[in-house]
């Protein structure tokens, strides 16, 4: 089994901007194990831990597929990712926050967030293979096309800290056919969940739903909801096997 550590975005410090390129100890971006890292301003809050390690101000962002040699292969051998919350370069340790444009990976089977990543944006899309993710424990903020057409994908555990999903995530997946919202109270935007092959759904706590949120779902047959759903026009429709509610 072929394990990749990657890390696409990260928090990190003593960053400064110059001619609209901001360095990081001394270097405007890097690569490690075939990953390309490039900074971008956060917050700029600094917050230096026991071990001396600074957090807060600034991002690190496009680390993307397109510089990733180690997704890019055509290979058969199976890749699972697990996405550090801590990454090394040249004796600098950097907190990986968020993960964003991996796409289109022929051999990703399976992908898990280390707890400490708040953020997934435009992500893990189109990949054929990929069977399971977990979110972990920190993500509170899944940007919008995120998570969509991956037709292996049987598995998904959401983040406890998870707040709102964007647009058009999770949709066109038709092998997965249950998700656990536990007691999740989620802002979900519009098309998401569509075309999935959910079986049930329960909702144990309030959720705003957008626009077609749960549309065209041909396995469906059961909704059980709570008090106090904020849903939107056309939230559930399209569910031709659809028996209780």
């Known amino acids: 089994m072929k394990k990749v550590i990657l890390a ?22 890097f690569t490690v194990d075939g990953i390309y890292y490039g900074f971008d301003i956060g917050n700029g809050e600094e917050d230096i831990d026991e071990n001396g390690i600074i ?18 292969n055509d290979s058969d051998e199976p890749i699972d990712l697990v996405v550090p919350a801590r990454v090394e370069f040249e004796g600098e340790w950097y ?46 903020l899944i940007r919008s096309n995120s998570f969509c057409n991956l037709p292996s994908l049987k598995s998904v555990i959401l983040s406890e800290s998870l707040e709102k999903i964007g647009a ?18 989620v802002e979900i935007g519009w098309c998401c969940f569509e075309d999935c092959g959910f079986k049930s759904l329960d909702f144990r706590q309030p ?24 849903l939107m026009d056309a939230v559930f429709c399209d569910l031709p096997k659809l028996k209780s509610l």
């Open 55 to 72: 957090h807060n101000p600034f991002f690190v962002v496009h680390a993307g597929y397109g510089d990733c040699e180690l997704l890019k």
């Open 8 to 29: 696409l975005m990260l928090m990190v410090a003593g960053a400064m901007v110059v001619n609209a390129q901001i360095t990081v100890n001394g270097v405007s971006n």
């Open 95 to 140: 907190d990986v926050r968020s993960v964003s444009d991996i796409e289109k990976c022929h051999s990703l089977r399976s992908v898990v967030l280390e707890d400490g990543i708040t953020e997934v944006y435009n992500c893990f899309n189109d990949c054929e293979k990929l069977e399971s993710v977990d979110l972990g424990a920190s993500v509170s």
């Open 207 to 230: 959720l705003y739903c957008g626009t077609g949120s749960f549309r065209n779902l041909p396995e469906l047959e059961s909704i059980n909801f709570c008090d106090y759903m904020g």
């Open 168 to 185: 058009q995530c999770f949709c066109k997946l038709p092998a997965l056919e249950q998700i656990d919202f536990r007691d999740l109270c």
